[in-house]
């Protein structure tokens, strides 16, 4: 065979296989991997739906002992969670032993103690489920709903880093006042025939306060992660300057990604994967407010990001805020198990997995139907984006193994 033929050939089988990728990890079932991921994610179907009022009966453990043991460096909670409903019930009805003043930040909230002694932080409604928050991407209050909707995202998407969170009706002056302190007791206050606290934070003002209907609260709980998993704090590689006019290096330069690949801990392990794993969730809740993140300390880059303090998210659900998947467009790549998850749950299963998923939720329903339609248009945005990448550089260089150590040119 001449060279020229043999070249037009060798081309042909290179052309061949690169389409068998494609097609085997773009929701096929013929690749190892997609088989597996398969797998998972009718595991995650199985236990999307969750009874209301379940409780823990097989076993003396508490429940938040029970959620405590779930957490490891790379998951908050296990693929499979036969107990998640009665966490998440108890975590909801459980007896508030006393509520403080919310840790440091710039938003409204408050820090409560459950019985047993668990920390949870309640974040309480500020907007009705059609409001719509205009202006830049990260305006506007803390969405309580959103914190809900999250969590339940980070299940239906596999990644299992999102703290456990509930909604819950909060009586005030039963529930709160007798066990508040005097410092979160001084922001309490009353206009008209509800009662209202401004609390104390960055941007907390007496003008500004959360008020209740009457004295009940609608929030969210979010369920403190244990203390012998302390958490470290980081810069977000693709975080804003947030202030006019000042653009941050990634919004100008195309090539950011190849300078961020040679910084710790973004050079080896896991950590990049993890941005853009969260910059595609980020960008399908419409989260562009993800400044800072937070691991596990003395990780060595191995710990999970976790995906921490959602609610500046479901705001706006016309605006499909495209910058927030910079970390995916700008390095063009995606985790094997992301891209097949991603692929399962087009077509509109995206939003009805996450109708059944919140339909348990004490506060239902957690998201208006806009929000929903708009997951699963954004989701087609991500898919796309990710063809696009496979077009300009193949599939080998795109989609990335799960396990692979990605030492970094």
Not at 84 to 98: F, K, M
Not at 272 to 288: E, P
Request: aromatic share 8%; net charge neutral.
């Amino acid at each position: 065979m001449k060279l020229k033929q043999r070249m037009v050939v060798l081309c042909a089988v290179l052309l061949l296989l690169g389409l068998a990728k494609i097609f085997l990890l773009d929701g096929g079932e013929g690749s190892a991997a997609s088989r597996r991921d398969l797998r998972a994610f009718h595991k995650m179907e199985a236990g999307l739906s969750l009874s209301r009022g379940a409780r823990l009966t097989h076993t003396l453990q508490s429940p938040w002992e029970i959620a405590s043991q779930w957490v490891g460096p790379r998951e908050v909670y296990p693929e499979e969670t036969p107990e998640l409903a009665a966490v998440l019930t108890s975590l909801s009805s459980a007896r508030i032993e006393r509520a403080d003043v919310g840790y440091k930040g710039t938003q409204l909230k408050a820090l409560l103690v459950l019985d047993g002694g668990q920390k949870v932080v309640f974040k309480p409604k500020r907007y009705n489920r059609d409001y719509v928050v205009e202006g830049e991407p990260y305006a506007g209050y803390d969405r309580h709903n959103a914190e809900v909707a999250a969590f339940h995202l980070d299940r239906i998407l596999g990644f299992r880093r999102a703290p456990l969170v509930v909604g819950r009706n909060v009586n005030l002056r039963t529930e709160i006042k007798p066990v508040a302190t005097d410092q979160l007791l001084s922001t309490f206050l009353m206009q008209g025939n509800n009662t209202c606290f401004y609390g104390k934070c960055y941007y907390c003002r007496e003008s500004e306060p959360a008020c209740a209907e009457g004295e009940i609260m609608e929030g969210s709980l979010t369920l403190w992660l244990p203390d012998v998993w302390p958490l470290q704090k980081h810069r977000h590689p693709w975080g804003r300057t947030y202030r006019e006019g000042k653009l941050a290096r990634w919004e100008y330069d195309e090539s950011y990604c190849e300078a961020v690949k040679k910084m710790p801990p973004y050079d080896a392990g896991p950590r990049l994967l993890d941005v853009i794993d969260t910059a595609i969730f980020d960008y399908l809740i419409g989260n562009a407010d993800r400044h800072h993140y937070e691991s596990f300390q003395d990780d060595g880059g191995a710990s999970m990001l976790i995906l921490l303090d959602n609610a500046k998210s479901f705001g706006n659900a016309a605006l499909d805020e495209r910058s927030i998947l910079a970390p995916l467009y700008q390095c063009c790549m995606i985790r094997v198990s992301t891209w097949n998850r991603l692929n399962l749950l087009r077509s509109g299963a995206l939003s009805a997995a996450m109708r059944q998923a919140l339909a348990f939720d004490p506060i239902h329903p957690v998201l208006a139907e806009t929000h929903l339609a708009a997951l699963d248009r954004r989701l087609s945005g991500v898919i796309a984006t990710v063809k696009q990448c496979m077009e300009a550089q193949g599939p080998d260089n795109t989609l990335i193994e799960d396990r692979m150590n990605l030492p970094h040119p």
